[in-house]
Nanobody, 123 residues
Framework: QVQLVESGGGLVRPGGSLRLSCTAS????????MGWFRQTPGKEREYVAA????????DYADFVKGRFTISRDNAKNTVYLQMNSLKPEDTAVYYC????????????????WGQGTQVTVSS
């Protein structure tokens, strides 16, 4: 692992949209499943979404289904999270990471996290 850099967060009104980007080294993105996680102060980090290395398989946490879309562009070593119909409860710092699958849930592969990008949904 070299680095994972998240960007694209900001302040948005409820119902608005944001597109997050995660750019990583070839080793940490190419040929690996990638995922998005989020965290608010005092709470555990939550799994949000995951995508296979080809982009052919995706998975979402129930609370974002129908609103968020994960995608990737391996040529750019970048994973995206399109966030629509944002709600105040989506407010969090969003992180990306490689992911493993336990058979029931996705877990971050690396124990080291990037800076993350802050998403704030407020009127």
């Amino acid at each position: 692992q070299v680095q994972l850099v998240e960007s694209g967060g900001g302040l948005v009104r409820p119902g608005g949209s944001l597109r997050l980007s995660c750019t990583a080294s070839e080793r940490t993105s190419d040929m690996y499943a990638m995922g998005w996680f989020r965290q608010t102060p005092g709470k555990e980090r939550e799994y949000v979404a995951a995508i296979s290395w080809t982009g052919g398989n995706v998975d979402y946490a129930d609370f974002v289904k129908g609103r968020f879309t994960i995608s990737r562009d391996n040529a750019k070593n970048t994973v995206y999270l399109q966030m629509n119909s944002l709600k105040p409860e989506d407010t969090a710092v969003y992180y990306c990471n490689e992911v493993d699958y336990s058979g029931t849930t996705y877990y971050p592969y690396w124990n080291s996290w990037g800076q993350g990008t802050q998403v704030t949904v407020s009127s």
